[in-house]
Antibody, heavy 121, light 108 residues
Framework: QVQLQESGPGLVKPSETLSLTCTVS????????WSWIRQSPGKGLEWIGH???????NYNPSLKSRITISGDTSKNQFSLQLSSVTAADTAVYYC???????????????WGQGTQVTVSS | EIVLTQSPGTLSLSPGERATLSCRAS???????LAWYQQKPGQAPRLLIY???SRATGIPDRFSGSGSGTEFTLTISRLEPEDFAVFYC?????????FGQGTKVEIK
């Protein structure tokens, strides 16, 4: 059974960089696409971006200038960096796996439990 | 980007009743690239339906999806106590993938 686990600071100061890591167990990150998704009361569920098993990334245009998603196959992990954060970036952040036989635009069949990130001084 | 509008916002039903949830896409989705998720408090969304009508692994057959173009429907044939939750639709026809705002199915 594939399991995903997000990790990282729960509190980030305004203007700083949010950094999260998703560790995948029970399966390899190779052969799949992986996404970051966030959920806030004001904006609902929002796709942030994805990384492919080849290491190429695609980002939501609304966040593109501030996002970097990278992968580490040796650790079976992928990571999110979101720069210049503001209070509007406060949300629960999820990592998720794309469905099989599915490319960058896809549904999500496995999700992490989510991690609350609050932006505040 | 494609905007998904779900209705109703809240559905109040009793166990055993039928639930019908709507998801409207604007502009239309050219394929059947629509998914449905269930989310309970404090949990991540769980995939129910993909490809508009295919049930995900382990999902009971009381959940069914239908529709195409601009109108999609999730039907729960007979509500079980564990089904009460918030349901979201998601389109993956074009990037960026987008989600609806959710329909809450609550116990009447």
């Amino acid at each position: 059974q594939v399991q995903l686990q997000e990790s990282g600071p729960g509190l980030v100061k305004p203007s700083e960089t949010l950094s999260l890591t998703c560790t995948v167990s029970g399966g390899s990150i190779s052969g799949y696409y992986w996404s970051w998704i966030r959920q806030s009361p004001g904006k609902g569920l929002e796709w942030i971006g994805h990384i492919s098993y080849r290491g190429s990334a695609n980002y939501n245009p609304s966040l593109k200038s501030r996002i970097t998603i990278s992968g580490d196959t040796s650790k079976n992990q992928f990571s999110l960096q979101l720069s210049s954060v503001t209070a509007a970036d406060t949300a629960v952040y999820y990592c998720a796996r794309h469905g099989h036989f599915c490319g960058g635009d896809c549904y999500f069949d496995y999700w992490g439990q989510g991690t609350q990130v609050t932006v505040s001084s | 980007e494609i905007v998904l509008t779900q209705s109703p916002g809240t559905l109040s039903l009793s166990p055993g009743e039928r639930a019908t949830l709507s998801c409207r896409a604007s502009p239309s989705i050219s394929s059947s690239y629509l998914a449905w998720y269930q989310q309970k408090p404090g949990q991540a969304p769980r995939l129910l339906i993909y490809g508009a009508s295919s049930r995900a692994t382990g999902i009971p057959d009381r959940f069914s999806g239908s529709g195409s173009g601009t109108e999609f429907t999730l039907t729960i044939s007979r509500l079980e106590p564990e089904d009460f939750a918030v349901f979201y639709c998601q389109q993956y026809d074009s990037s960026p993938g987008t989600f609806g705002q959710g329909t809450k199915v609550e116990i009447k």
